[in-house]
């Protein structure tokens, strides 16, 4: 049994469109995807505001909180929760050169404004983490924007969503690129100097996801690593990606089972979850995948993470620590290895 709680986003259930080719499958209703990830075990979904709201520019600010707590409604009657909503930013018109570091300060008002619905959002369903994935905050040609200027304009945005709600937690979604060039978040490092600049610390953390540690070269046990120590692993998005390329989101563990296994083996060791945080997979199906498949890469995470946490919880650290101490680190990665190959 897994001591874990797990959730998921309803963008993880999709038709299989990419910016080459139309849709595989048949798109799924909302209603139908909560269903289906309570049955999977599931206790928890994560959402974009637009995700909650669709076509959220046409309601007013209170119509918006209705239409929120219709899909509270929905979640209750599943018996699920909300983990975080997360302004999404890049689809608009108007954040076409990004969110709070687009170079037009009305486009910047508008980025603020969502995230102030949001945060409105999740107090109707009922959780207080604010995720931003900072998806065209960045250059996609270096001498359009100072970084230096970018940087201090996302501080000023999150200081400004601190004041708006005083238990609003933000977390911040590093990823280096994709879909700009260079981003201005690109580690769990930059995250966490952010939060330090901010006027209130101590509610803003981070999120880190497997594939976009792996984009920055970085290892993703070690990034979540650096977040626990300092209290600030939030989330995660656990999933995996093939080396340096477009951001994949496999299926967890499938292309690095022993960089999986030392995620799984951290979050276990630090008690990850104790403060009620979720392990989150951010996992999208093959492009060729059948309808009646849609949910199977879910499956498969939620098997790969359960058994990796049972070896983690039953690896040996007296054998560990002998090896240490002998300076006999072979010895203990074939250990590592063999744990994983079901040999011990
Ligand atoms: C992109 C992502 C995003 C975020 C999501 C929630 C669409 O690489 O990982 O998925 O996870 O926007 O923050
Ligand atoms: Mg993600």
């Given at each position: 049994?897994?001591?874990?709680?797990?959730?998921?986003?309803?963008?993880?259930?999709?038709?299989?469109?990419?910016?080459?080719?139309?849709?595989?499958?048949?798109?799924?209703?909302?209603?139908?995807?909560?269903?289906?990830?309570?049955?999977?075990?599931?206790?928890?979904?994560?959402?974009?505001?637009?995700?909650?709201?669709?076509?959220?520019?046409?309601?007013?600010?209170?119509?918006?909180?209705?239409?929120?707590?219709?899909?509270?409604?929905?979640?209750?009657?599943?018996?699920?929760?909300?983990e975080f909503?997360?302004?999404?930013?890049?689809?608009?018109?108007?954040?076409?050169?990004?969110?709070?570091?687009?170079?037009?300060?009305?486009?910047?008002?508008?980025?603020?404004?969502?995230s102030?619905?949001?945060i409105?959002?999740a107090h109707?369903?009922?959780c207080n983490k604010i995720v931003l994935?900072?998806?065209?905050?960045?250059?996609?040609?270096?001498?359009?924007?100072?970084?230096?200027?970018?940087?201090?304009?996302l501080v000023d945005a999150i200081n400004q969503m601190l004041r708006y709600n005083s238990k609003a937690l933000i977390l911040i979604e590093s990823?280096?690129?994709?879909?700009?060039?260079?981003?201005?978040c690109?580690?769990i490092g930059h995250a966490m100097g952010i939060s330090a600049a901010t006027t209130d610390p101590s509610r803003v953390g981070g999120l880190v996801?497997?594939?976009?540690?792996?984009?920055?070269?970085?290892?993703?046990?070690?990034?979540m690593?650096f977040a626990l120590a300092l209290g600030k692993l939030w989330g995660?998005?656990?999933?995996?990606?093939?080396?340096?390329?477009?951001?994949?989101?496999?299926?967890?563990?499938?292309?690095?089972?022993?960089?999986?296994?030392?995620?799984?083996?951290?979050?276990?060791?630090n008690n990850y979850g104790s403060n009620g945080e979720?392990?989150?997979?951010?996992?999208?199906?093959?492009?060729?995948?059948?309808?009646?498949?849609?949910?199977?890469?879910?499956?498969?995470?939620?098997?790969?993470?359960?058994?990796?946490?049972?070896?983690?919880?039953?690896?040996?650290?007296?054998?560990?620590?002998?090896?240490?101490?002998?300076?006999?680190?072979?010895?203990?990665?074939?250990?590592?290895?063999?744990?994983?190959?079901?040999?011990?």
């Amino acid at each position: 049994m897994s001591k874990f709680k797990f959730s998921v986003g309803p963008w993880n259930v999709h038709s299989g469109a990419d910016s080459y080719g139309p849709a595989t499958r048949e798109e799924i209703p909302f209603e139908e995807k909560v269903k289906r990830f309570s049955e999977l075990g599931f206790s928890a979904v994560q959402f974009h505001d637009d995700d909650v709201v669709p076509n959220m520019d046409s309601f007013s600010e209170e119509d918006i909180k209705k239409e929120a707590r219709k899909v509270k409604a929905v979640l209750d009657n599943y018996n699920m929760a909300a983990e975080f909503v997360a302004p999404r930013l890049w689809m608009d018109r108007r954040t076409t050169d990004g969110g709070y570091m687009s170079s037009d300060h009305k486009d910047r008002e508008y980025a603020v404004w969502r995230s102030y619905r949001s945060i409105d959002i999740a107090h109707e369903l009922g959780c207080n983490k604010i995720v931003l994935w900072l998806a065209r905050d960045g250059t996609l040609c270096a001498e359009s924007k100072s970084p230096v200027w970018a940087t201090k304009m996302l501080v000023d945005a999150i200081n400004q969503m601190l004041r708006y709600n005083s238990k609003a937690l933000i977390l911040i979604e590093s990823k280096p690129n994709e879909p700009v060039d260079r981003s201005i978040c690109g580690t769990i490092g930059h995250a966490m100097g952010i939060s330090a600049a901010t006027t209130d610390p101590s509610r803003v953390g981070g999120l880190v996801e497997s594939a976009h540690a792996i984009l920055a070269g970085l290892d993703p046990a070690h990034e979540m690593g650096f977040a626990l120590a300092l209290g600030k692993l939030w989330g995660v998005h656990l999933n995996d990606q093939n080396s340096i390329k477009f951001d994949q989101d496999k299926s967890f563990g499938v292309e690095n089972l022993r960089q999986a296994f030392n995620q799984v083996k951290l979050l276990v060791e630090n008690n990850y979850g104790s403060n009620g945080e979720y392990i989150g997979l951010d996992v999208k199906a093959m492009r060729t995948t059948k309808t009646e498949d849609s949910y199977k890469h879910l499956e498969n995470s939620l098997n790969i993470f359960k058994a990796l946490e049972e070896k983690a919880r039953r690896f040996d650290y007296d054998f560990q620590k002998k090896c240490v101490e002998n300076r006999d680190f072979e010895s203990l990665e074939m250990y590592v290895m063999k744990l994983l190959m079901g040999i011990v």
